[in-house]
C-alpha cells in the first residue's frame, strides 16, 4: 500500500461514454499527477496540480478533464475518448513539485482503461 | 528526440546473476535520477536517486550516473525471482520540476 489509492483499479468504455477516474492521498501531499502509461513508451506526464492549482496541463486533449477538489482527491474526467487513449492511468503525488534528496512522488496502481 | 533513453529489454537471467540496466538522457539540466520498480500490474515505486556523478549503493542495488557521458546504470547482483519487474529510469530539473521517465526495461529472474 503505497498512501495513493486509485478506483476504478480496471474500466472498459465506449467511445461515447462519460467516466470519471479518481484518486485519493492521505500523505498530507500538496503535489498530485495524472501520467499516462502506454505499452513501450515512456511516462506521458498529463496534468499537474500543486496545492490544488492546476500548474501544468501537457497539451492534452480536451476529452481529459482533470478535478481537484481539494489536496486529498484527483478526480481525471473522461468523455468522447478514442481507442488509442487506452492505456494504464496512474496518479502521484509527492509532498511538493520539487523531487529530490528529501521528496519522492508515490504512485498509485493505476487504472487500467480500455476504450471500444 | 526523447529526454530519457532507456535500453528496452526484455531481459530474461538465471537467479544469482548480475543484471546490467541502462539509460542515456540529453538534459543537461537534470539534477536527480532515479530508479523506480514496477511490478506487474501495481504502479512504480522507487527503487534508489542520486544526485549528481557518482555510485550509490543499497544491499545488492548500485545506481550509477556519469553526468559526462549523460548515462545512468542500475545493477542488481545476486538477482532473485522477486527481482522479475519493469525497472523505470527517470530524472528530475528543478528547471521545469518535471520528472522524465526512460520506456522501461522488463527483467525476468528465472529461478
Known amino acids: 500500500e503505497t498512501g495513493v489509492t486509485q478506483t476504478p483499479r480496471h474500466l472498459v468504455m465506449g467511445m461515447t461514454n462519460k467516466k470519471s477516474l479518481k484518486c485519493e492521498q492521505h500523505l498530507g501531499h500538496n503535489a498530485m499527477y495524472w501520467y499516462k502509461q502506454s505499452a513501450k513508451k515512456p511516462l506521458e506526464l498529463m496534468f499537474v496540480y500543486s496545492l490544488e492549482e492546476r500548474v501544468e496541463n501537457n497539451s492534452v486533449p480536451s476529452r481529459f478533464s482533470p478535478e481537484c477538489p481539494n489536496s486529498s482527491h484527483l478526480f481525471l474526467h473522461l468523455h468522447t475518448l478514442q481507442p488509442e487513449d487506452s492505456a494504464l492511468y496512474l496518479c502521484a503525488s509527492s509532498q511538493d513539485r520539487a523531487l529530490g534528496r528529501d521528496t519522492e512522488a508515490f504512485f498509485g496502481q493505476g487504472t487500467r482503461l480500455t476504450v471500444v | 528526440q526523447k529526454e530519457v533513453e532507456q535500453d528496452p529489454g526484455p531481459l530474461s537471467v538465471p537467479e544469482g546473476a548480475i543484471v546490467s540496466l541502462n539509460c542515456t538522457y540529453s538534459?543537461?539540466?537534470?539534477?536527480?535520477f532515479m530508479w523506480y520498480r514496477q511490478y506487474s500490474r501495481k504502479g512504480p515505486e522507487l527503487l534508489m536517486y542520486?544526485?549528481?556523478?557518482g555510485n550509490k549503493e543499497d544491499g545488492r542495488f548500485t545506481a550509477q550516473v556519469d553526468k559526462s557521458s549523460k548515462y545512468i546504470s542500475l545493477f542488481i547482483r545476486d538477482s532473485q525471482p522477486s527481482d522479475s519487474a519493469t525497472y523505470l529510469c527517470a530524472s528530475w530539473s528543478s528547471n521545469d520540476y518535471k520528472l522524465s521517465f526512460g520506456a522501461g526495461t522488463t527483467v525476468t529472474v528465472r529461478a
Open positions: 538534459n543537461s539540466a537534470f539534477q536527480y
Open positions: 542520486t544526485y549528481s556523478s
